[in-house]
Structures are given as structure tokens and as C-alpha cells.
């Protein structure tokens, strides 16, 4: 049997994203898939999350262009 995203249920995806911190959470599993990206919009710390703090130590180019493309398509 194949375990994807497409297969796990919502729940579980909740779980791991409640493991993750801020950053992670805003920079690497956004704009991964479109999948991903519904459910992250439905999870509630990206929904309440009206301030992210960042120091120039904590985040690379790549990141910034991540955060970039997640300030532009946010609909939250």
C-alpha cells in the first residue's frame, strides 16, 4: 500500500503541522503542492497568525522569495 498526502487523513496532517514551528510552517510547507496549500489555509495557527518575526540570521534568499509568494497569494 502507497501512503501519500493524498491519502492521510486531515487530522493527522493537523499533528505534524502542530510539531512544526512558525517558520517552518510558513516557509517550507507553504506553495509545496495546491493540496497542501487548502489545507494549511484551513489550519487555525496560519489562520490566527497576524505577526512573524524574522531576523536577517534566520532566513536565506530562498526563504525570502517563499515568504514573498506566500504574502501574495495569502487570502487568510
Not at 493524498?6 to 510539531?19: A, R, S
Request: one cysteine or more.
Amino acid at each position: 500500500m502507497s501512503l501519500s498526502l493524498h491519502t492521510l487523513p486531515l487530522e493527522i496532517i493537523y499533528h505534524i503541522l502542530d510539531k512544526l514551528d512558525d517558520k517552518s510552517l510558513f516557509l517550507s510547507m507553504r506553495n509545496v503542492c495546491q493540496h497542501l496549500n487548502l489545507i494549511i489555509d484551513s489550519y487555525h495557527r496560519y489562520q490566527i497568525t497576524t505577526t512573524f518575526e524574522l531576523t536577517q540570521e534566520q532566513i536565506d534568499s530562498e526563504a525570502v522569495k517563499n515568504l514573498a509568494r506566500i504574502l501574495h497569494t495569502n487570502t487568510v
